[in-house]
Every structure is written in C-alpha cells, then in structure tokens.
C-alpha cells in the first residue's frame, strides 16, 4: 500500500521544481551566454555527427569494394568445377590470382585508412604467400601488422603468415622471431609449436623434447596438441634412403 502524503508534503515543491526553478534563473540572467553556448554545442554536435555518418559511409563502400576483391579468389577455374549461371571463370589459376590481387591492391589504394583498407592489405599478404611469393608476402604483412589496430582480427593470422613467409624464403631467424610474436598475442602453445618445428627442421638434438613439452603444457589446446603428436610420429620414423617409399605412421602402426 502507498504511503500517506499529507498537506504540507503535497504543497511543497518537488526537487525537480526547486532544481528547475534556479536553472531557469540562472538562464534568464545570463541568456547571451547559454544561447551562444548551446549555439556552439549545436554546431559541434552536428559535425560530430556529419563526420560519424561519412565515416560510416566511406566504411560501408570500403567493405563492399573488399567483399567485391575477396570474392574473385573464390571463382572457379575454367573445367575444374561448376560455375554458378553467370558466373566468371578464370583459364587458370594464374589469372585468377593476378585478378584478385589487382581488386585487392586497388581497394587499399582508395581506402587505405578504413578498416577494410587495412584488411586489404593484409590479404594480398596471404594470396602472395599462398601463391609462392615469399618476398612480396613479408612486404605487405609486415605493412598491415605496423599500421592495424591492435584489435584488428586478422593480426595473429597475419603475424603466423609472416613467418611463414620468412620460413619459405630459408630466413629460419626470422621466421623464428616472427613466431615468437604470436606469445605476445596471447598464443603462446603456437609460439611454442611453430619454435619446436623449426627446431626439429634444422635436427636440433632437443627438438622432439620440444614437441613433447607442449603436449604436456597445453593438453586444452587440441589443435595444437595433435599437429605435434603427429611431428614426434613422424620424427621417430627411421631415415629414407634414396629410391624408397617413406613409410607412414599408420603403416607403422599396423605392424
């Protein structure tokens, strides 16, 4: 049940009033002021959303023109799958990759300070990598991961890429380096894989307690785990020699 109000509660004047009342005062003594100043707020407020707005915009055409790119690495390759009615295809895998590198390399041309800008870039990195160009790849990755925002998603990806990049152009070092940096992203079981695989390429004596140390420190990591369950497999297998098949895990396994 409410409580009772009585007389005196009722005539006396809310806090609301009393607060409004002085405001007003105050207002109507010095209304010069307060119309200027809210003039000035006005102003600010709208270029504040003018800008906001042509951000939005410019954003919006950015991530369309990128969406535009990305989509080429996905078009079939004439007489390798079925294309969609109206599709494009390529005659090749070349040709496709030098189209979508163009679309790329123009969106961050044009939009270079949008977040797709930067994303842009950081895909032309992944295709020429993926394509074998190793120099250019550590060119344009090392581009995105100096000028992305920190928040940016495809940071890591473009950190692990980097080395890779290093890794195919026989910079071992670096490669190493660059791995490393994926700790400082919160993902040190990569670090620490990416350092053991390495190691076990150049036949370091401690490589396999490497492998053997992350399955141990990071069992949550699944991915993780398996990729160096599979190397240590693979590391165990006995030497080819010239002219024989390798024999598999599995094979090995079987017997």
């Not at 607060?19 to 307060?34: C, L, N, P, S």
């Not at 920190?150 to 890591?156: A, Q, S, W």
């Not at 990729?227 to 079987?254: C, D, F, Y």
């Amino acid at each position: 049940m409410a409580e009772k109000i009585d007389r005196k509660q009722l005539k006396r004047p809310d806090e609301f009033q009393v607060v409004a009342g002085k405001a007003m005062e105050w207002v109507a003594a010095r209304q010069r002021q307060v119309t200027l100043g809210v003039g000035a707020f006005i102003v600010l407020a709208l270029a504040a959303w003018a800008l906001s707005g042509w951000r939005s915009s410019r954003e919006a055409k950015a991530g369309a023109a990128l969406s535009e790119a990305v989509e080429l690495e996905s078009r079939p390759i004439a007489g390798e799958g079925p294309a969609q009615p109206g599709q494009e295809t390529f005659p090749s895998k070349e040709e496709r990759t030098k189209a979508a590198l163009a679309a790329l390399e123009k969106v961050h041309a044009e939009h270079g300070r949008t977040t797709a800008g930067a994303t842009a870039l950081a895909e032309i990195g992944f295709l020429k990598l993926k394509s074998g160009d190793a120099a250019g790849a550590q060119k344009d990755l090392s581009d995105f991961l100096g000028a992305a925002a920190k928040d940016h998603p495809l940071r890591p990806f473009a950190q692990e890429s980097l080395g890779y990049a290093f890794e195919a152009a026989g910079k071992l070092d670096e490669a190493r380096a660059g791995f490393e940096k994926l700790r400082e992203m919160d993902m040190p079981a990569r670090a620490d894989y990416r350092a053991a695989r390495l190691a076990l390429m150049q036949n370091k004596p401690d490589a396999k307690q490497q492998l053997e140390r992350i399955t141990k420190e990071y069992p949550k990591d699944t991915e993780i785990v398996r990729a160096a369950n599979e190397r240590l497999e693979l590391a165990s297998l006995p030497p080819v020699q010239p002219g024989a098949t390798p024999e598999t895990p599995q094979a090995k396994k079987k017997k």
